[in-house]
């Protein structure tokens, strides 16, 4: 069965420090993975998509890297903002339907 | 990049109403568009593929009656929650593929309905 687990569920950390999520998939045959950032009550963003041959992108603060040997995937936050928090989720592309496989996200929580 | 919008943002609604959320491609022709569910502090669930000029395609365990999709033109696809209940409350999330083939999916806004 295709899965995407993220960890941790839910995060808190001090504005400027950094933090790593992390997530986990099962799905094959793999397409794409993605990261996106739901701020509470909102639409996803897209942060990033890596395809199968991409070890590492970058958006500004944001840092995903894919392992597709192991499938896992990471995403760094660097120096943390209050608007850093919202919840992250890991989507992976691929099966046999090509079909989105919905991670449930971790909850980052950014503070004074 | 590519922009999905969705209306109205917030429905409250008396049980037995029909609600209909809006999903359109504002800058880009969508064949193909997404609806989702979500419940609080969970992820996205989908409910249904959107296909312009087709029949939805519906995941198992979703009621095709229950929640009427029409994709009609390339940039408006509609939901309608029919005879709405309680338990249909929840935030209701549209996507579709962007302008380019890169595989970019965009989201609307959502929509929270809330059936009293």
């Known amino acids: 069965k295709n899965q995407v687990e993220q960890s941790p569920q839910s995060l808190i950390i001090l504005e400027g420090k950094n933090c790593t999520l992390q997530?986990?998939?099962?799905?094959?045959?793999?397409?794409?993975l993605r990261w996106y950032k739901q701020d509470t009550g909102r639409g996803p963003v897209s942060l990033t998509i890596?395809?199968?041959?991409?070890n590492t992108k970058s958006n500004g603060r944001y840092t995903a890297t894919l392992d597709a040997d192991t499938k896992q995937s990471s995403l760094h936050i660097t120096a943390s903002q209050l608007s850093d928090s919202a919840s992250y989720i890991c989507?992976?592309?691929?099966?046999?339907?090509?079909?989105?496989?919905f991670g449930t996200g971790t909850r980052l929580q950014v503070t004074l | 990049g590519a922009v999905v919008s969705q209306h109205p943002s917030r429905v409250i609604c008396k049980s037995g109403t029909s609600v209909k959320i809006e999903c359109r491609s504002l800058?880009?022709?969508?064949?193909?568009m997404f609806w989702y569910r979500q419940f609080p502090k969970k992820s996205l669930m989908l409910m249904a593929t959107?296909?312009?000029?087709?029949?939805?395609?519906?995941e198992q365990g979703v009621e095709k009656d229950k929640f009427l999709i029409n994709h009609a033109s390339l940039t408006l696809s509609t939901l309608t929650v029919t005879s709405a209940h309680p338990e249909d409350s929840s935030f209701y999330i549209c996507?579709?593929?962007?302008?380019?083939?890169?595989?970019?999916?965009?989201f609307g806004e959502g929509s929270r309905l809330t059936v009293l």
């Open positions: 996507s579709a593929r962007g302008p380019v083939n890169t595989g970019e999916l965009f």
């Open positions: 997530c986990n998939y099962t799905v094959s045959p793999f397409s794409n």
């Open positions: 890596m395809t199968f041959s991409e």
């Open positions: 989507v992976v592309e691929g099966g046999t339907a090509s079909k989105l496989t």
């Open positions: 800058d880009f022709q969508a064949t193909t």
């Open positions: 959107s296909n312009e000029g087709s029949k939805a395609t519906y």
